[in-house]
T-cell receptor, first 112, second 115 residues
């Protein structure tokens, strides 16, 4: 089973460029999440989608937008990339209730 | 509000010796608690979860954790470390019993296993 698939795995951008990170899950999960991981800070929630058609801000939403395209797909967009957005981005999904979140392998993004 | 504190940023053990990774939490509700492991250049994999059933939780690869409400702790242990256990470990809390929504992550503990 593929689980949660993120594309691309690596990306280098210049300051001011735009970029969309893609995430798809094949587990029929209702809820999907975008996190960023920075050294010594664990994971911080950027945006989440509790169900198809809804999105909500997390802890660090500034500079990002999201789209829940359908039940399977949840994309993250950087409209004008900044060096402070250099990070590893993880997508996760869960069916809800007591089920744990399942994570993709991450997108490593560097902004010069 | 909820928070998670992992008391050690780095832990080093010898192969075959016990592992103890410490985690304290605070939550206004009856929380769900999780431990995840992250190997280099990989996503997070669930080790175990506590969702208000038994306080001693057994997970994959021989890991277990004990929920102690009086101490607000959820420490991760393993009797005998293997080289393959070397990774970063995250303690995670959700404020809702039986839920994985609105997770708060600890800052992580890097486990090194020496031969």
């Amino acid at each position: 089973n593929a689980g949660v698939t993120q594309t691309p795995k690596f990306q280098v951008l210049k300051t001011g460029q735009s970029m969309t990170l893609q995430c798809a899950q094949d587990m029929n999960h209702n809820s999907m999440y975008w996190y960023r991981q920075d050294p010594g800070m664990g994971l911080r929630l950027i945006y989440y989608s509790a169900s198809e058609g809804t999105t909500d801000k997390g802890e660090v939403p500034n500079g990002y937008n999201v789209s829940r395209l359908n039940k399977r797909e949840f994309s993250l967009r950087l409209e004008s990339a900044a060096p402070s957005q250099t990070s590893v981005y993880f997508c996760a999904s869960t069916s809800g209730g007591g089920s744990p979140q399942h994570f993709g392998d991450g997108t490593r993004l560097s902004i010069l | 509000a909820q928070s998670v504190t992992q008391l050690d940023s780095h832990v080093s053990v010898s192969e075959g010796t016990p592992v103890l990774l410490r985690c304290n939490y605070s939550s206004s509700y009856s929380p769900s608690l999780f431990w995840y492991v992250q190997h280099p250049n990989k996503g997070l994999q669930l080790l175990l979860k506590y969702t208000s059933a038994a306080t001693l939780v057994k997970g994959i690869n021989g890991f277990e954790a004990e929920f102690k409400k009086s101490e607000t702790s959820f420490h991760l242990t393993k009797p005998s470390a293997h080289m393959s256990d070397a990774a970063e470990y995250f303690c995670v809390v959700s404020p809702f019993s039986g839920s994985a929504r609105q997770l708060t992550f600890g800052s992580g503990t890097q486990l090194t296993v020496l031969p």
